[in-house]
């Protein structure tokens, strides 16, 4: 094999360990999929996923980085900018209510994910936390807080407001279940306005 196949292949390789991880962590929870799962389901040997990502601890690293990386990224492009609180929330929440469609799985893990035994992931995920809290404290809850008076701190608001946000795809296969098509019926334009409503004016 040519030395460019060979590393073709090794990027497809670790591309399909990458893709499996997230279908099953998403589906089945992290603790609960096994190394042979993983293997067999990405058609690759155990030691290719230690080659690329060390152990399956980091592997889950890897796609938690992927994921919050681009979470921030949003955040980062759309609120720190000029313009007043509505349009720069209602520009964060449209962009973020796509990129969680467009990563439900990844969105799965990333938010329902919590090894509450291990530390090490706790800890992970509190250092994207951090600068996510950061930039919503800045950029929404002083301004807001400066607008009406109402303080809410952003450890409170950054949470509630991601979660709100992934509702929508973390329930739809159980909205679907209590009326079909229900989970399609509100567009993401119409999804987006009423979030904005909700944390800016009240149900």
């Known amino acids: 094999m040519k030395k460019t196949d060979k590393k073709q292949h090794a990027i497809e390789s670790r591309e399909r360990i990458l893709q499996a991880a997230i279908m099953l962590f998403s589906r089945h929870g992290f603790a609960e999929t096994g190394m042979r799962e993983l293997v067999a389901e990405a058609d690759v040997n155990l030691s290719m996923v230690n080659y690329f990502f060390g152990s ?3 592997l ?6 992927a994921f919050f990386s681009g979470y921030l990224a949003i955040a980062r492009d759309t609120l720190v900018t000029d313009g007043d609180l509505q349009v720069k929330l209602e520009r964060f929440i449209g962009n973020a209510v796509r990129y969680f469609d467009a990563n439900r799985e990844a969105l799965v893990i990333a938010i329902s994910e919590l090894p509450h035994d291990d530390p090490e992931i ?3 995920k509190a250092g994207w936390a951090r600068q996510m809290v950061e930039i919503i404290n800045h950029e929404i809850c002083l301004p807001l807080a400066a607008e009406s008076g109402r303080a809410i701190p952003p450890t409170c608001f950054a949470p509630m407001l991601t979660t709100i946000m992934a509702s929508r795809f973390l329930f739809a296969p159980v909205m679907e279940k209590v009326e079909a098509g229900s989970s399609t019926t509100v567009t993401m334009g119409d999804y987006t ?4 409503r ?3 004016q009240g149900i």
């Open 198 to 200: 909700i944390f800016l």
């Open 193 to 196: 306005k009423t979030i904005v």
């Open 122 to 124: 706790l800890e992970y």
């Open 56 to 58: 399956k601890k980091g």
């Open 60 to 65: 889950l690293k890897e796609i938690l980085d």
